[in-house]
């Protein structure tokens, strides 16, 4: 199943682990469940934000020089490239996401050892399943938000929540450059501090950029949140060097010394050489118990971690599992100082499970594990967009809809194949032919096309007298005006009793009318005897 898993381990690995770290991690999860359960809940009452880890000097953040000065200031072997890329991991396996704590003691040798505990998380396939949210939903860097990382958490549904950049604790104001789920929300300018993001293509990227690397289009960036000190660079520690890029020369550095070397609660976000990326905290308290950034950044390396950007910490530093706080905060509440409270942040670092695209499957199914389970039976394609139904897609007699083939008039089928049988027509084919004598019943409309020998709306009438062929359309041609046959327009035919009947009928009316028209004639032998009287008579 989907989700983060959360083992206690101790993390031996040289750093000086005994026997005890297990029994101490189950005790300080055993009382901080305790406190929980007694102040009524893991976000009761707000913070005194008193745990303060500053690495500017208050309403002062970042340094004011150029990234040229960054890149013509770093060692010789890094040439102009500021940064470094490594492409994320794609695997699909589940889980998504293990988060596992441990127990370990720093230094790693010597007589003072301090216990320090927290948890890494290791995330598969970052680019679908980390985003960086804002405090509050959309919106909220630009109204100065803030909110508690379990706030955030519920409302992005995350696996796993870890608190991100940092944040102007007077005004709550977001600090450097942020990009959200493929939208800038913030951007610091070129500001030259540690970065962290990745971009469209899944290339995840650490170190310091530019303003026109930030706003590239080419390959944007996704998710992008700053930091403060690189502490990993291509698994080397850089602490030193970032001292360098990110302190300010017109500051004094007593800050920036301060906030690199006291031990204090930690949080920072890392990769593997399996491209998972790792999220890291460490529970403290500034000056009492945690690490300083130069145990954090060789605890990392020992790790396996080959980048790493410190994000904020002290009181901020917070991790949420499963919708439940999962670290141990160092603020006290403001209702009562003897307990502790988690701070309201900023940026929150939220694992999900695998986001789709669009995250609603374009309104035709639901996104399962990244990806989009389609509903009804004809809704296909990644993201639900293409209606199908089926190989011969209605047979191009139709069209596809959510509840299958529309056929269009005259066919009728699952797949709209089936043309109408002979005598019916028209939607559904639901509609009854009237052609008579055999006429031809068009199956989208209902019109007859009539065969030789008949016309009329139903084919219902014969061609009249010297007409014949398909809908009466041609003239007869044979000798002396005769009639011809309705069907071929043949001359050579017998008439039939009833055409003879017709023609005797008719020559006698002709007969007649030729009579009166010529009264001085007694007789008339034969019809061209008659007709060439009436030439004769013409001429005069």
Known sequence: MAGSTLAAECAARGWGSRQRPVAVLAASLALLSWLRSAHGGSDGGSSLNDDLLLPYPPSYHGPRHHHRYVRDCQAVVHGNVTHETWPSNTSTELPVTTTRGFVSY????????????????FVNNPLRTLSVLEPGGLGGCNSSLRSPVIETARRGKCLVAQNGGYFDMITGKCLGN????????RNARGMQNAQFGIRKDGTMVFGYLSEEDVLDQVNPFVQLVSGVVWLLRDGEVYVDQSKTAECDKTQTTGTFDKFINVISARTAVGHDRLGRLILVHMD?????????????????KQQGVVNAINLDGGGSATLVLNGTLASYPSDHCKSDAMWRCPRSVSTVMCIHEPACEPPDCSGHGRCMLGECQCSGDFWRGPDCSVLDCGPSNCSQHGICTESGCLCDAGWIGSNCSEACASGSYGDGCTQKCLCQNGGACDPVHGSCTCPAGYQGAICQQECPIGWYGPNCQQLCDCEYGCPCDQETGSCNITYEDSLQDKLFRAGRCLASHMVQAGSDEKSLLTDQLYWRKRETKGQR
Not at 106 to 121: A, L
Not at 284 to 299: C, I, K, P, S, Y
Request: charged share 20%; hydrophobic share 35%.
């Open 178 to 185: 942020v990009v959200s789920d493929g939208r800038l929300v």
């Open 284 to 300: 403290g308290q500034t000056d009492v118990r945690g690490l300083n950034l130069w145990e954090m950044a060789n605890f990392l």
């Open 106 to 121: 720093f230094p790693p040798e010597g007589e003072t050892q301090r216990e320090v505990y927290g948890h890494f998380t």
